[in-house]
């Protein structure tokens, strides 16, 4: 991508033309009576302001109300082939003209405003501009469209990170190592946002006031060039050093028990990064709080799985071990029953947590209980975050104990959740196209299965049944 340097800045709306703002005024009280009206005049603005963030979520504001009720599926269908010339012309210019490549992504979601890729198309492109809040804006919107995508996390982290939101950044990390515990990537992401945040809260980036702390100019150099990019134990454990000196002048300060702890986590030394928790937890101002209690759980899993993968790295080299797969067995079913009483303790004792019962019943799925799984994939239901998962999980739950036809109804409302084909779409669809075979609706499970063919003809084994459901038909012709 071309990293030239960009003349457009990120402009708040109190700083625009006088003009421009009245403007805007009349475009926000056109949304509700004449939304098309509203994104013309946005869509005019932004070619002369793409750094006006206010304007763009104006527009977004205005493009979801005026596609709200047309999100059938002919509709979306209707919309990716009218927007098939701009995502080409976008894709195209994103190297050589990131503001045009803008303009383009705009337009393919005033025709579809969940459109994921368009969204990261505009996220790429504001990158290339360094407007970096408006990166941010773009990836938050392609997550909440595309909620599982590993690749637009990472990017509205990087983005985070390099709008000031450092926090934020590390909140998307976590989200990451919660799915995927010791994903690289995001544990890079953790390390460079806890470097900006430290950066951050000493003010390090006001001008001088960043050498005036340090003890000699070569170490200035040095952690300056660290700050951008942190990726070697060495770095990391500097900082850990300098926030628990910091720590005895703050004993109460949270924000450097969790600088601490990330530091910790980061270096993988988790009996370390637990110490500190417990004595942020026992701090007056750690006592309550509720993040506290569940970074311990994570961080204990964490430790037991690095225990984990050290036995099977011994494995590895000894296959015939008996002795190294027995305690293989053993930790793991060590770490799946802490969990497990783990999930349970949290339901009981936040019974309205229901992000707490979605986690609960994948455990109690994986054991198999299937009955008990059922009942917490309900209630998870209530929390938006994880509606779409708990009633997939609850279809699955379903066709397992042989009720393919309330698997089907739950399946069907899931997929409906979803607009466009993402990951999580296609696991719909495939567990849909599953539970219509046990129904013994071969016709249905195969019309599923094609969505996908037609979007990822190598997602599982939809090739194959797709080919064999065809071999069948010609031989009975």
Known sequence: ????????????????????????????????????????????????????????KILRTAQKRATAGKTSGFS????????????????????????????????????????????????????????????????????????????????????LIEAGRAQDAVHVAGEVLADLPGNDQAQELVKRASVAESMKRGKWEEEGGF?????????????????????????????????????????????????????????EDYDKALEYLKMARERPTGRGDTTLERLASDLTVQSMRKRIAGVEEQLAAKPDDASLQQQIESLRKEEHDFRLKNARETVEKYPNDYAARFDLGQLLYEDGQFDEAIQQFQQARRNPKVRTRAILYLGRALNATGKSDMAIEQLKAAKGDVIGMSDLKKEIIYDLAIAYTEHGDEDSSIEELKEIYQDDI????????????????KKNQ
């Open 1 to 56: 991508m071309d990293t030239t340097e960009s003349t457009y800045q990120e402009i708040e709306l109190k700083d625009l033309d006088p003009r421009l703002r009245k403007q805007v005024e009349n475009a926000q009280k056109s949304i509700s009576r004449n939304a098309s009206y509203a994104i013309d005049i946005c869509t005019n603005i932004l070619q002369r302001e793409p750094g006006c963030l206010d304007v763009r």
């Open 76 to 159: 979306r269908l209707l919309g990716s082939v009218t927007s098939a010339p701009f995502a080409i012309k976008a894709s195209t210019q994103l190297k050589k003209d990131p503001k045009a490549a803008m303009e383009s992504a705009e337009k393919m979601l005033s025709n579809d405003p969940a459109n994921a890729s368009a969204q990261r198309m505009l996220g790429q492109a504001a990158e290339a501009l360094g407007l970096w809040e408006t990166a941010a804006f773009a990836y938050e919107e392609a997550k909440a469209a595309d909620p599982k995508s590993l690749e637009i996390k990472l990017a509205l982290g990087n983005a």
């Open 211 to 267: 050498r005036d702390k340090l003890a000699n100019e070569e170490e200035a150099i040095e952690l300056e060039q660290q700050a951008r990019v942190v990726n070697d134990e060495e770095t990391v454990q500097k900082l850990v050093s300098r926030n628990l000196k910091l720590l005895e002048k703050e004993p109460d300060n949270m924000n450097l028990y969790r600088d601490i702890i990330n530091g910790y986590r980061n270096l």
């Open 458 to 473: 190598g997602y599982k084994d939809v090739s194959d049944r797709i080919n064999a459901y065809y071999e069948k038909k």
